[in-house]
């Protein structure tokens, strides 16, 4: 009994291990020690005992990790747990099945990478949280992303944290030294290589294009904090609007320097500017106060009834309303709800979601005056291919525009929670992608990153305030950009044929009374 709750108790710390990887410990090591234990936890153990110690290093990670939705319940919040650990219960069984191969280290590795790939398309639509990559802003790791993208990265931390759980198991049960130290300099060679990989931070200026440009980010901040701020869209609205003006104010007066573009965010028009003569009139005012393109987060009505869609507008001085990106990668349950009619007939939980939002089929590639901006919203910067689309046709500084306001609490500082979160993964995204990255927030963390991935500026949580920086453009792009899904779906099918291979009947013998006996598979690296 003791064993058992001994083994329950080291699968929940392995879970927590890994989310001491994000914020805001940001303990960027302790994410391949969350992979080595689960690893050495798993090899020997039955099915049922995996699937156990799955779920419950799931729920140690994912509990922790999703805290921010608590503001919607704990039925949300460990609902959602629940259900991203049965991806862990899957991945422990298949890691407890290649654990008899040689090369199980190298199996865990690429079944880890799988497990993310699957998990990020479905269902609907996936959800790309909580990947290994999104852990290593701080690390040398991260720039394997302008390699091979975030599933490179994950699988240099899978790697290594499925290395050092080698070592552990030869020091438990010590037979050679020829392999943990073989791991050992695996390991090294895998944190350290990546320090050879040159990071861009110059901007570009190829066919006369600007190599940079100034580029300003209100964040207007919100009345109220949580869901309620929804039922006070007008003074959102208001509050970017002044901000903007306060900006225009001091550029008037040469405290700061003239921006080319400025960025609200997402949700900063709750009201359909299209509809509302109102909202319309303040986003006019505020373009004329900086007398540049503003490109503005909205929502706005349609195509039926009982739509709406989350939209980008660049909406400039000469013309008003001009191009505009609509959100392509939706929440489920959140912005729509998936067959609406049967839930609702059970259910009150989702009486919030009045309208579903409709997703868009193109790219975020917006030209906002002298910018061809890469633009996406909230959600999307976790989606590999929408970020990547958005560069590869064009854009030359990723811009995220967000709004965390229902998901912070008030007091935070915004080195936790999702804003903190998701600010780890546009850092990952400017290494990946070789852009500036700039994050509009409605109420924090609005920030602006360089290229190889640091923070230059940001904001404080639920303060109104307005970022301008000189940013870099650029054009050239990385390995990552031209090799696009590959790398996904070269080490997930790796990982499927480790898989398969060892899930094949073992190799029987005859015995010597005639019957016929298993022949143990050798397990381990070398000798």
């Not at 259900?83 to 280290?105: D, H, Q, Y």
């Not at 005012?285 to 980008?312: C, F, K, L, T, Y």
Request: proline share 7%.
């Amino acid at each position: 009994m003791r064993r058992h709750l001994l083994l329950a108790v080291t699968a929940v710390c392995s879970g927590v291990a890994l989310d001491l990887a994000f914020p805001p410990v940001n303990a960027w090591p302790a994410a391949a020690v969350g992979v080595a234990v689960l690893c050495v936890l798993l090899r020997g153990s039955s099915r049922r005992a995996a699937a156990g110690l799955g779920m419950l290093a799931g729920l140690g990670f994912w509990v922790p990790l999703l805290m921010f939705l608590r503001g919607y319940g704990l039925d949300a919040w460990w609902g959602l747990a629940v259900i991203e650990s049965l991806w862990w219960v899957a991945m422990a069984l298949a890691l407890r099945a290649t654990s008899r191969l040689r090369c199980w280290p190298l199996a865990a590795a690429l079944l880890w990478v799988g497990q993310e790939w699957l998990r990020d398309r479905v269902p609907f639509g996936g959800f790309p949280w909580g990947r290994l990559a999104f852990s290593q802003a701080d690390g040398p790791l991260v720039r394997l992303a302008s390699i091979g993208g975030a599933p490179l990265v994950t699988f240099a931390v899978a790697l290594s944290g499925a290395l050092l759980a080698y070592v552990l198991t030869e020091v438990i049960h010590p037979r050679h030294l020829t392999g943990p130290v073989l791991a050992l300099v695996g390991i090294a060679v895998v944190v350290v290589a990546p320090l050879a990989i040159r990071l861009p931070t110059a901007g570009t200026s190829a066919g006369g294009k600007p190599s940079s440009e100034v580029v300003a980010l209100i964040q207007g901040n919100v009345p109220r904090l949580g869901l309620d701020e929804f039922s006070q869209r007008r003074a959102v609205t208001e509050n970017h609007l002044l901000q903007t003006e306060s900006l225009a104010q001091e550029v008037h007066e040469g405290l700061r320097p003239a921006p080319a573009v400025v960025i609200w965010p997402e949700n900063a028009s709750d009201v359909d500017p299209y509809s509302d003569a109102i909202a319309a009139a303040e986003i006019n005012q505020a373009v004329a106060s900086v007398d540049v393109p503003i490109v503005v987060g909205a929502v706005i009505n349609g195509p039926g009834p009982e739509h709406v869609r989350n939209v980008s507008i660049v909406w400039t001085p000469q013309h008003g309303p001009t191009q505009r990106y609509v959100k392509r990668h939706l929440v489920p349950f959140g912005e729509y709800l998936p067959f609406r009619r049967e839930i609702t007939a059970v259910t009150g939980a989702f009486s919030l979601i009045h309208k579903d939002f409709v997703p868009g089929h193109k790219p975020g590639v917006l030209q906002a005056g002298p910018v061809t901006l890469a633009d996406v919203i909230c959600f999307e910067v976790a989606d590999d291919t929408v970020v990547r689309q958005a560069v590869n046709g064009g854009g030359r500084l990723i811009s995220v525009q967000t709004n965390n306001a229902s998901y912070e609490q008030a007091g935070e500082s915004g080195n936790g929670g999702e804003t903190a979160q998701q600010l780890e993964m546009a850092r990952l995204r400017a290494v990946e992608h070789g852009r500036a990255v700039v994050v509009a927030a409605t109420s924090g963390v609005s920030a602006v990153i360089s290229p190889d991935g640091r923070v230059l500026a940001r904001t404080k949580v639920f303060t109104g305030a307005s970022l301008d920086m000189r940013v870099p453009l650029r054009d050239p792009l990385t390995v990552a950009d031209r090799v696009g899904e590959w790398p996904d779906r070269v080490l997930a099918l790796a990982g499927l044929v480790l898989l398969v291979v060892a899930c094949r009947p073992r190799r029987r013998a005859e015995g010597a009374s005639g019957r016929t006996v298993s022949t143990p598979e050798t397990v381990g690296i070398s000798g």
